[in-house]
């Protein structure tokens, strides 16, 4: 008697797309360091190590000066680094600094 409506709702569920986002709810990533999120989520390796300058390339922008100054801009567990460093967070990995040499290394931890 209600097949007709059980069809009905049956095709509603289908069509609601279950698309999952880049970033679980609760967190804040700046938009701008989705792409060095993606990049890091997307590789198998432990350990990822990058320059600036390649850091630089998959961004788009140059990093802030405090990126080049100063360590705790990496690791740092400060709120308001919570929007460029959530992107490798969320990403399950740690990063490491090298100012000398330009370099951070990514290790999933």
Request: glycine share 6%.
């Amino acid at each position: 008697m209600l097949s007709w409506l059980k069809r009905r709702l049956r095709k509603a569920e289908a069509a609601t797309p279950t698309t999952e986002s880049a970033v679980p709810e609760g967190y804040g990533m700046s938009q701008a360091y989705l792409s060095l999120h993606k990049y890091l989520a997307a590789r198998y390796a432990t350990t990822v190590v990058m320059t600036f300058a390649e850091v630089e390339d998959l961004l788009g922008s140059p990093l802030p000066a405090p990126a080049r100054q100063d360590p705790g801009w990496w690791n740092s567990d400060d709120q308001r680094n919570f929007g460029h460093s959530n992107s490798w967070r969320l990403a399950s990995r740690g990063a490491v600094a090298n100012l000398t040499s330009k370099m951070v290394t990514f290790e999933r931890g």
